[in-house]
């Protein structure tokens, strides 16, 4: 593994691994982004009206146990005839990633909604609040770190899945395990596996880091630094009951 | 001024909460809602500020209806508070405060500068202005919660239960602050409870409401005590409305106030002795004011702070009868302690004094 790893001529080329890190990436980012523009509305205008709650559970589970591998095949045979390109191919693959993503992110950006203390939606209202902004400066940031949570998942979910690509011959880091298998080459398939651990690994802590950024310490009951209007800073207390993000 | 106009409000499973309602809240004055849970106290709250639509009957805010209003508008003209503040959790304190001034278009700058303000009007340490709602206690939470009401300096005021989610001490404490604060700024105020003792005490006028959310009565706080409509109001009023209406008969005067001897800490045996009327004699400092009673005869050398008995309370010349008549039957000598208003010792008065005088009083007055 280690030698497959350091080898020189594996960094290379139209199969290269950063070629493969690049397709397997692309594969992913696309898939995740598709899965987020549908799930993150849907679940806020669940959360928010609560019509149609029978999808989360429904759709969810249903998603959930869904056979990849299967229903890539599925659809390859049913999309590729339409399309004559290598289209035929990315887009069954596609669109099983994007049916993987999507649960994780609908429920807990509809859990997150659904979580947003009532009093405080109550209050907005009453201090005159339209319903836009009641949904842009109290139930969003509020449920952001659910949604953001969902969102991690998801990815671990795409990244880690994003290998069977390379069942209907596309790239991706999937090209490795499949290959290696073919040559039984192990070194490379365990490249592969480790390849996309890391890269899994890599996005969560790069999610992590940006739920840390973007989601305010009086959610996540982080203890920050208080400032004075003053300027002087002076240290607040510790976290009682700290939560996780 | 807020005036319903026989408003009634059924919910759409056939509930009517309140029924023909006429009320009238005079501009600058506290009113208060009061009467048993489900009453229709909340339901008659929100319809002001129509997070709750009427049935039917007009709702008018200084004469003009509020149902031809824009809501969102309507609102950003009324303070509103609520049970458990309902803060923003993502927001820091002073954020919170100046919701409403940057909704109604203030500079940052200007509503940060005016949370601040408020913040030391409703007494909370400008440390806490960068802190976020979890890190403070109820109490400080509801304290916010006024003071994100105030903000915008509206003319109207709707409270929900304000002190309730607060134990006993600190609601006394909020009470008294929030009092306070309205004689101050003296807005056009309807506060919700189901505390009558908190509805006496703080409000100008109290209406009482009946379940099915009807109006019992509406009269000031002493009428309601010494004059209750009928059965109802009488019972929710309490046993001890008698004692209790005491509290709202001015006591000015009409007492004669005994002249009392006084030793100081560190007198001898033998001069507490010779000052003791009966067996208490009264310790003050050297300022005259009450420290607490003694018995001289525990005392041996001399008179130590650990002799002192503190149960008695001090009564203001300027007070209510009811204070005065406590601070008489508190007092273990039997004789309550009268200060004047920088708490220097007039001398005592006993429970009999108080009686004979509210006895010789044929109209109450009231205090206020
Ligand atoms: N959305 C609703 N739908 C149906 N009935 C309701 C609704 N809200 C309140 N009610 C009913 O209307 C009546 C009055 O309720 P309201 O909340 O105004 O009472 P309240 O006086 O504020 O009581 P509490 O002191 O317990 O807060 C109650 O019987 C309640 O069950
Ligand atoms: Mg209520």
């Known amino acids: 593994m280690i030698n497959y790893l ?27 982004a598709i899965a987020a523009v549908i799930a993150v509305p849907l679940g806020i205008y669940i959360g928010v009206t609560g019509k149609g709650v029978f999808m989360i559970a429904g759709l969810a589970n249903a998603l959930r146990a869904l056979p990849s591998v299967g229903l890539l095949i599925l659809l390859v045979l049913l999309i590729s005839p339409a399309f004559p390109s290598k289209m035929g191919y990315i887009l069954p693959s596609l669109i099983v990633l994007v049916l993987l993503a999507v649960p994780p992110i609908l429920t807990n950006t509809y859990a997150g909604v659904r979580a947003v203390d009532a009093a405080a939606v109550d209050a907005a209202r009453g201090m005159g609040f339209r319903t836009m902004k009641i949904l842009t400066d109290v139930q969003l940031p509020c449920s952001l770190p659910l949604m953001l949570s969902g969102v991690r998942s998801a990815l671990l979910q795409i990244i880690s899945t994003a290998t069977i690509a390379a069942y209907i011959s596309l790239g991706g880091l999937g090209r490795l395990l499949i290959d290696g298998k073919a040559q ?22 790069l999610l992590a880091f940006i739920t840390r950024r973007v989601v305010s310490p009086g959610l996540t009951r982080r203890t920050v630094k208080a400032t004075l209007p003053s300027g002087e800073v002076i240290p607040s207390e510790t976290a009682k009951t700290p939560t996780a993000v | 001024m807020i005036r319903f106009e026989s408003i009634t409000k059924a919910y ?22 009061v009467g048993p849970s489900g009453c229709g106290k909340t339901t008659s709250l929100r319809m002001i500020n129509r997070l709750i639509e009427p049935t039917s009957g007009t709702i008018y805010l200084d004469d003009q209806p509020t149902s031809g209003m824009d809501a969102a508008l309507l609102r950003r003209r009324i303070g509103y508070v609520i049970q458990h503040a309902g803060l923003f959790p993502h927001r820091t304190i002073v954020d919170n405060i100046a919701t409403m001034p940057l909704l109604l278009g203030e500079s940052r700058q200007k ?84 505390d009558i003792d908190e509805a006496l005490k703080l409000g100008d006028q109290v209406a009482v409401m009946r379940v099915g959310g009807k109006l019992a009565q509406m009269a000031t706080p002493s009428e309601l005590l010494t004059s209750p409509a009928d059965e109802f109001v009488a019972d929710f009023v309490g046993r001890d409305r008698g004692y209790r209406s005491l509290g709202f008969t001015a006591a000015a005067g009409s007492v004669a106030v005994g002249e009392e001897w006084t030793v100081q800490l560190g007198a001898s045996a033998a001069e507490a002795q010779a000052k003791a009327t009966g067996a208490w004699v009264l310790v003050v400092d050297a300022g005259r004011r009450p420290l607490g009673w003694a018995q001289p005869e525990q005392v041996h050398g001399e008179l130590r702070k650990e002799h002192l008995n503190l149960s008695g309370t001090s009564a203001q010349a300027s007070g209510t009868m009811r204070q005065l008549l406590d601070a008489a039957l508190s007092s273990p000598s039997r004789r309550g302690v009268v200060v004047n208003e920088h708490g220097e010792l007039l001398g005592t008065v006993t429970a009999t004094d108080v009686v004979k005088a509210i006895e010789a009083e044929p109209h109450l007055e009231t205090a206020r």
């Open chain 2, 111 to 194: 509503a940060r500068h005016r949370a601040l303000e408020l913040m030391e009007r409703v007494g909370l340490p400008e440390t806490f202005a960068n802190r976020y709602p979890w890190q403070l206690s109820g109490g400080q939470q509801q304290r916010v919660g006024v003071a994100r009401a105030l903000a915008s300096d509206p003319a109207f005021m709707l409270m929900d239960e304000p002190f309730s989610a607060v134990d006993p001490v600190v609601r006394a404490q909020l009470q008294e602050e929030f009092l306070r604060l309205q004689r101050e700024i003296g807005k056009t105020i309807i506060m919700v409870t189901h």
């Open chain 1, 184 to 205: 039984n080459d192990y070194s490379q398939m365990v490249a592969g596996a480790v390849l996309v651990a890391l890269l899994a690994l890599f996005f969560d802590q």
């Open chain 2, 12 to 33: 759409p499973d056939g509930t009517v909460a309140v029924n023909g309602l006429d009320l009238e809240a005079p501009t600058g004055k506290l009113t208060i809602l």
């Open chain 1, 6 to 32: 350091f080898d020189p001529a594996h960094w290379s080329g139209a199969d290269g691994i950063p070629t493969l890190i690049g397709e397997h990436l692309i594969y992913s980012l696309i898939a995740l």
